[in-house]
C-alpha cells in the first residue's frame, strides 16, 4: 500500500516561509504521475494549492501564485512546498496527494496532513 508522510509544518509568523516536504513509498508501477498539495482550514472544504507532475509541470491555486513552489525529487520519491511571504489565512492542514495512473487506472492516496500556523 502506497505511504504518503508529510512533514515540515509548523508555527510561523506572518510573512514567513515553511518548506513542507511528502515522502512517498510503495508505489507501484506507473505510465504517469501527479502529486498535489491541498489545503484544509478548520470549518472550510479541502482546496487545490498546488500540483507538479512527473514530467516536472506545475499548477498554482491563483491565491498562493508567485509565493509558493512545489517541486519533486523523483529519485527520492519526494515533493516539496516551499512557502514564502505566508499569510495568515494559509493556517490550514496541508495534505499531499499522489495521484497514479496506470492501464486505464487512476489511483489517489492521501497523506495524514501537517499543520500550518500562521501568526499575525
Known amino acids: 500500500q502506497v505511504q504518503l508522510v508529510e512533514s515540515g509544518g509548523g508555527l510561523v509568523q506572518a510573512g514567513g516561509s515553511l518548506r513542507l516536504s511528502c515522502a512517498a513509498s510503495?508505489?507501484?508501477?506507473?505510465?504517469?504521475?501527479?502529486i498535489g498539495w491541498y489545503r484544509q482550514a478548520p470549518g472550510q472544504p479541502r482546496e487545490f494549492v498546488a500540483t507538479?507532475?512527473?514530467?516536472?509541470?506545475?499548477n498554482y491555486a491563483d491565491s498562493v501564485k508567485g509565493r509558493f513552489t512545489i517541486s519533486r525529487d523523483n529519485t527520492k520519491n519526494t515533493a516539496y512546498l516551499q512557502m514564502n511571504n505566508l499569510k495568515p489565512e494559509a493556517a490550514a492542514v496541508y495534505y499531499c496527494?499522489?495521484?497514479?495512473?496506470?492501464?486505464?487506472?487512476?489511483?489517489?492516496?492521501w497523506g495524514q496532513g501537517t499543520q500550518v500556523t500562521v501568526s499575525s
Open positions: 507538479i507532475s512527473r514530467g516536472g509541470s506545475t
Open positions: 510503495r508505489i507501484p508501477f506507473s505510465i504517469d504521475d501527479a
Open positions: 496527494k499522489l495521484v497514479i495512473v496506470g492501464l486505464g487506472t487512476r489511483e489517489d492516496y
